[in-house]
């Protein structure tokens, strides 16, 4: 324990996060279970974000003061709302982290997409991919 504030050094170290990143796991339609995966290797979460939906709400959780913060998610979005959502958190200087191990299961069914509007996908990613945030600005 910390003797100068009570509590263990784990207890520190997940407060010092602002935005846990677990891993997720797809399973397929016989119940097997595929390997772990995240699309953030734990480094420069700017590239990351960059690139795509790297963090998922389903295997992340964040402080509620920081969804008030940054708004929580953006109505106006149809589609890429939580990547959006990520990429203000890191606008705003939330401290992201890894949790190494599976935190959310998915059932995969092969063909299906939760969205099979690719006109939608695009307006979504490109308003995404403008925010200056992405674009080298500290915004």
Known sequence: ?????????????????????GF????AGD????????????GDIRAALDCGGAVGTSWSTVRADLVRAVGGWDPSFRT????????????AGARFGRI???VAF???????RLI???ADLAAGRARVLAHPYLRGADA
């Open 1 to 21: 324990m910390d003797a100068q504030r009570g509590r263990s050094l784990a207890d520190r170290r997940r407060a010092a996060l602002d935005v846990a990143v």
């Open 24 to 27: 997720f796991v797809r399973t």
């Open 31 to 42: 119940g097997a279970a595929g390997p772990p995966e995240c699309g953030w290797d734990g």
């Open 80 to 91: 890429c709302e939580g990547w959006d959502f990520f990429v203000r958190l890191a606008a």
């Open 100 to 102: 190494e191990r599976p």
């Open 106 to 112: 998915y059932r995969a069914v092969a063909g299906e």
């Open 116 to 118: 099979d509007d690719d």
